[in-house]
């Protein structure tokens, strides 16, 4: 009788264990099996109607879908697209629909910019095209040529606030009265138009394409914080906002050489780089570099009393020409670097 009793608990036991045993080996399989599954990527969904939405992300993406574009109006074969749609997943989330949004924005968007004021004041095109301030001159004489232009405000996405900083110093203006003919400019246009008020500033931009723009209008915090602000080789330490400002590359326009090409073997220096030390990280790169026998490292700008374009032609005979952060906000080092063939290196 106890026997049997003894015999009937350790079945029950058994039977326990079986089946506790037999739950935890559904429940890891299940999880492996959901886990496996996770880490395919997930079939793309065909809704009826995508919703067609301009991310501002996707100005910076705009030469290579100007070229599927073009690609698509020419009738190219559309199994290499789809090829290449692959190929792009990593950049865009979708790459078709991305390139919906592109002609959509090219059939729509829109900029309004704000009529000038006095001529005799800086509501206008700079001064000058040329020297290391032109990218700003270029920004608003592109702008308004652009067929994005529109004189309708009601049809804008964008509004551009057209004011020269750099055109204010030209008359040598003071900071502390940059910031307040910014300041009065601004309240007319929020007095006179209601599109302000609507975003508070968000879907206006301007652009300050040197430390004389960040300087001027650092005092108008509700411009800077809300705006969009185009600038000029942007750092951190200049209040650059990566959520919504963007950076435009400076270029010296004419470059004083021809462009430069694929000649690796002609470029026996490793890298190149000359300036003042006005910055940490300047600091830093001359102390530990300077004495490298690969890199051509220069504490200080190259004179021209050395010869004729010898900063200039030093890029012919580099690979890698480093762009670190100086003092100020505007340097042309990139697109110099890019011009003359050399792979520019930016350190901020």
């Known amino acids: 009788m106890i026997v049997g009793k003894q015999q009937l608990q350790q079945s029950q036991l058994f039977s326990l264990k079986g089946s506790i045993l037999t739950l935890s080996i559904v429940t890891l399989i299940s999880f492996t099996y959901f886990s496996f599954k996770s880490l395919r990527p997930p079939l793309p969904l065909s809704p009826p109607t995508p919703q067609l939405t301009l991310l501002p992300s996707a100005t910076a993406t705009i030469p290579f879908a100007r070229k599927v574009a073009d690609r698509e109006e020419n009738n190219v074969d559309k199994g290499k697209d789809d090829d290449n749609d692959e190929l792009f997943t990593d950049i865009y989330h979708s790459p078709k629909l991305y390139k919906l949004n592109f002609k959509e924005m090219e059939r729509k968007f829109k900029v309004y910019i704000y009529p000038d004021g006095d001529p005799k ?5 700079p001064r000058k095209l040329t020297g290391k301030y032109a990218s700003e001159g270029y920004f ?7 067929r994005f232009r529109t004189d309708y405000p009601d049809q804008a ?13 030209g008359k040598g203006t003071s ?45 108008v915090p509700f ?57 940490k990280i300047r600091v830093i790169l001359a102390r ?26 030093r890029f012919y005979r580099t690979k890698f020409c480093i762009c670190p952060g100086g003092s100020q906000v505007n340097s042309a080092r990139i697109a110099d670097s890019i011009h003359y063939g050399c792979v520019p290196d930016d350190l901020c």
């Open 121 to 125: 004041t800086f509501y206008q095109t």
């Open 140 to 146: 608003f004489q592109n702008i308004r040529e652009s």
């Open 157 to 169: 996405h964008l509004f551009f606030i057209p004011i020269s900083c750099h055109k204010m110093r």
């Open 175 to 219: 900071y502390e009265n940059m910031t307040i003919i910014v300041q009065n400019y601004l309240d007319s246009l929020i007095g006179k138009y209601p599109y302000w008020n609507r975003t508070l500033g968000a879907d206006h931009f301007f652009v300050t394409c040197h430390d004389v723009g960040v300087r001027a209008t650092e005092g």
């Open 223 to 279: 411009l800077v914080k809300n705006a969009i602000r185009v600038v000029c080789s942007p750092s951190y330490d200049v209040g650059f906002i990566p959520h919504k400002d963007v950076a435009l590359p400076q270029v010296l326009q004419p470059f004083a050489l021809p462009a430069g090409g694929n000649d690796v073997e002609n470029r026996t220096r490793l890298g190149f780089w000359a300036g003042h030390r006005n910055s």
């Open 288 to 313: 530990v570099w300077e004495n490298d026998t690969e890199l051509d490292i220069s504490n200080n700008r190259i004179s021209r009393a050395t010869g004729h374009l010898v900063y200039q032609k």
